[in-house]
């Protein structure tokens, strides 16, 4: 079964204006992370903001922030101010305690910024 | 700020060749991963390596995947004999250990990976 499930295969979205990629997980361990990683088209993956499972306020980190909602087990990512930068794919991942502390992805959203 | 380092960057081999692809994790870091991405596809999981043991594996790593950790600072995937679906791009990762991933961040931090082109 799916562990990460993003819904978006693509998005679009005006420059300066604000995105949510959507993330939902499927765990039964408490103790769990969530990370959003970019993939731009140089292909490198690069970290953007983590939530744990026991947090109990949403992560924010400069523009990204994490809208999560344990009950509904879902993780999303908010862009504010959206930039041409951050055109790219957008790979949602969690890593849990009792899985040999894995990180299993998404799928990915591709996000464009449009001028 | 410190970095996984992976080579070489691109790689092209002929089917049935032996590749070795290598990574150096952060110095400090207790586990080592080696994800593939087929091109705009997912990021597939491969193994996990943590106390010179595998920990994990996928069951895409099969008999033709191994890993090695030879001198405690590289960390290398070697494929036996390469197939035309090896074809993709592979990053290795590493991440500090953490008895409580809900808790603290824990990222995975990754090398800029290796594009293997099978032909």
């Known amino acids: 079964a799916q562990k990460i499930t993003q819904t978006q295969p693509g998005m679009f979205v005006q420059e300066k204006e604000a995105v949510t990629l959507d993330c939902t997980y499927d765990t039964s361990d408490p103790s769990y992370g969530l990370f959003w990683y970019k993939q731009p088209s140089s292909g490198e993956m690069i970290f953007l903001i983590y939530q744990g499972s026991y947090d109990q306020q949403n992560a924010t980190e400069g523009r990204y922030s994490l809208n999560f909602q344990k009950a509904r087990k879902s993780a999303n990512l908010v862009i504010s101010a959206s930039q041409l930068g951050d055109s790219a794919m957008y790979f949602c991942a969690m890593r849990e305690d009792n899985y040999g502390q894995n990180f299993v992805f998404g799928p990915g959203t591709r996000l464009s910024v449009l001028p | 700020e410190p970095e996984v380092t992976q080579t070489p960057s691109h790689q092209v081999t002929q089917m049935g060749q032996e590749v070795i692809l290598r990574c150096v994790p952060i110095?400090?870091?207790?586990?080592f991963y080696w994800y593939r991405q087929i091109l705009g596809q997912k990021v597939e999981f491969l193994v996990s390596f943590y106390n010179n043991e595998i920990s994990e594996k996928s069951e895409i790593f099969d008999d033709q995947f191994s890993v090695e950790r030879p001198d405690g600072s590289n960390f290398t995937l070697k494929i036996r004999s390469t197939k035309l679906e090896d074809s993709a791009m592979y990053f290795c990762?590493?991440?500090?250990?953490?008895?409580?991933?809900?808790?603290?961040?824990?990222?995975?931090?990754f090398g800029q990976g290796t594009r293997l082109t099978v032909v």
């Open positions: 990762a590493s991440s500090p250990e953490i008895r409580n991933v809900g808790t603290a961040n824990t990222e995975a931090f």
């Open positions: 110095s400090n870091h207790l586990y």
